[in-house]
């Protein structure tokens, strides 16, 4: 009986806080060339998984394949902030010309990195500038435009110089606290049913 209510505390609780750990936040990107601005036809197409953790001052790129561009890869970095979330441009937030070892001179290829943001060489200077004068404002205004749907990352290339495909940061759903209500009311349920059978 005891295992039981230990088990079901502990998911209660690792449920719990993965909603309230909310400064890691994970975001899917979905490229292609339509997206871009202004729209054109490649055929290009990528997916990138990005990790940004406000508490352990990081950025992680942990998946970002692409392939099928028209032309080779010149650049590729993450944007913030637009106007209006979903669409428009913005001043590119990260490293320039491009992100630490991303390939270039190719039409497909996967990168994966992790940035500490509290270092002024992760950032495109004039980001740096715009939001306030250091890293960690730098930080703090690329975690708030992508929450809210201002980021979007893109790959350069030779025949789009200003952008062959990309793809705006998406957070990945997170539980809501109502289906926390509901597991927690499922695991008391069952803490219930299996105490009534030990009981007889």
């Excluded at 979903?86 to 001043?91: D, L, S, V, Y």
């Amino acid at each position: 009986m005891r295992n039981v209510l230990r088990i079901c505390a502990l998911l209660l609780l690792v449920f719990s806080a993965q909603t309230v750990w909310a400064s890691v936040v994970t975001y899917d990107v979905i490229l292609n060339g339509p997206s871009e601005s202004p729209a054109n036809a490649s055929p290009g197409t990528g997916f990138a998984e990005i990790v940004i953790d406000t508490t352990a001052n990081t950025l992680n790129i942990v998946s970002f394949t692409f392939s099928g561009l028209l032309g080779t890869t010149t650049a590729s970095h993450i944007h913030c902030c637009t106007a209006v979330p979903g669409t428009g441009t913005a001043g590119v937030a990260t490293q320039v010309p491009f992100f630490t070892g991303f390939p270039l001179g190719v039409t497909s290829g996967s990168y994966s990195m992790s940035f500490d943001m509290t270092q002024a060489a992760s950032w495109n200077p004039a980001f740096i500038t715009a939001s306030g004068g250091t890293a960690a404002d730098a930080e703090s205004a690329l975690a708030a435009g992508a929450a809210a749907g201002e980021a979007y990352l893109n790959i350069h290339s030779t025949v789009f110089p200003g952008g062959e495909i990309r793809g705006f940061l998406v957070p990945v759903a997170t539980p809501e606290p109502g289906t926390l209500l509901l597991l927690g009311t499922g695991l008391l349920g069952l803490v219930r049913a299996t105490r009534r059978k030990w009981l007889g």
